[in-house]
């Protein structure tokens, strides 16, 4: 009697911690269902993970470090290619680079004095740097100071192991805010330039065209048979070769779009093409077959205007175009797989859908009603 007793306390014991660390855990329910992202757990300690994407961004929100446990937010973005590093300005840090530590300055106070700057490409931060960002960056330091911008990434630590579901939704807004400003008019990155392409080869000559004889050579001569006028034949003249007909630049193969889409949409010529309303007379609700790597994709629930029913949202690298100062960039397409759809990042895939928005700014096209054909 005395064991059954036993068991039954220790079953009660271990339903109460059980509801206790559910109950914790309620937060992250909440944000998850706020924020469209999905939430696991860590077997069997139960520490909750976040993770998905905000208005094209990944993110990620999890339990960092063992003695000192605390939540940890993270708000992946495109990269910059300028190793950059912007943390808090401290009086140690300040003092540092009075010693002659490297804090590049981008010519703002407000700015310089709040962050501790660490690039490979001050020039380019000078220029991207506007007094709109500036202002963006600087209200964030001041809301986290524990932020760390990063080039393609920003990483915040939180204070309490245990935020409200608003602080979580909140944190995770703002931070994704800051992503965008850093993304929106941004330089493009800094890559080595592709070799140049092998000059064109010139044209074979066409051969010329054989001349006619002179009528006097064409009459009989005196002296020759008649017989042997009638067999000679007569050289009839080449006639020169016909130019080919001009042909419209092709389209990009298997895509569904024109060649020049992507140069149009998000080069320099992005802004005209939109004022325009090239996009909604030529191109919305085009059938797309696309190819690339997948950087992020998660569970969707169908929330969206875009795509009301649930599936996989994933971010791909569909496209690449050329900067006369920067190199390349990626194009990203943000896609809505009408299927739940197992993709792990770096994955090479085929794709089709239907275009419905492109983001100039953010260099993103959006494809709807999709599938993976390969």
């Known amino acids: ?3 059954i007793w036993l068991i039954v306390i220790a079953a009660v014991i271990l339903a109460v911690i059980v509801a206790a ?22 077997v069997p300690d139960l520490i909750p993970n976040l993770d998905g994407l905000v208005n094209g961004m990944a993110v990620k929100v999890d339990v960092a470090g063992s003695r000192e446990p605390t939540v940890r937010y993270e708000v992946f973005y495109p990269e910059l290619g300028m190793a950059l590093r912007l943390e808090r300005e401290t ?14 300055q981008v010519g703002s106070k407000p700015f310089d004095d709040s962050f501790r700057i660490n690039t490979s490409r001050p020039d380019a931060l000078r220029t991207m740097m506007t007094p709109e960002r500036r202002r963006n960056l600087i209200h964030l330091i001041e809301t986290y100071p524990k932020v760390v911008i990063g080039d393609g990434s920003i990483v915040l630590l939180s204070d309490t192991l245990e ?23 941004r330089p493009e990155p800094l890559k080595a330039p592709e070799p140049p ?12 065209a054989a001349k006619a004889a002179p009528a006097q050579e064409a009459r009989p001569s005196p002296t020759a048979p008649p017989t042997q006028q009638q067999d000679r034949p007569e050289p009839k003249p080449t006639p020169a070769p016909r130019p080919a007909p001009e042909q419209p630049p092709p389209a990009i193969p298997s895509t569904g779009l024109p060649s020049d889409f992507f140069d149009n949409v998000f080069g320099a010529n992005r802004l005209s093409f939109e004022d325009e309303g090239q996009f909604d007379e030529k191109i919305r609700g ?33 496209a690449q175009i050329d900067n006369d100062l920067y190199g390349k960039t990626d194009i990203d397409a943000v896609v809505f797989l009408t299927s739940e759809t197992s993709l792990d990042r770096g994955d090479t895939v085929t794709f089709t859908g239907t ?10 096209v959006f494809v709807t009603e999709a599938a993976v054909s390969s």
């Open 21 to 42: 660390l559910v109950r914790r855990d309620d937060p992250f329910k909440a944000a998850a269902t706020g924020l469209g992202l999905k939430l696991t757990r860590t």
């Open 1 to 3: 009697m005395t064991v």
């Open 163 to 185: 935020p409200s579901a608003d602080t979580i939704k909140t944190t995770v807004s703002d931070l994704v805010a800051a992503a965008e400003t850093l993304v929106a008019g």
């Open 91 to 104: 009086t140690i840090t300040r003092t540092l680079g009075q010693l002659g530590n490297t804090d590049p």
């Open 355 to 364: 275009i419905e928005k492109v983001d100039p700014y953010m260099r993103n």
């Open 286 to 318: 085009t059938q797309v077959n696309l190819s690339g790597t997948v950087k992020q994709a998660s569970p969707y629930a169908g929330d969206d205007d875009l795509a009301p029913t649930a599936g996989t949202k994933a971010v791909i690298t569909v």
């Open 197 to 208: 392409p092998p000059p064109p080869r010139a044209a074979t000559p066409s051969p010329p």
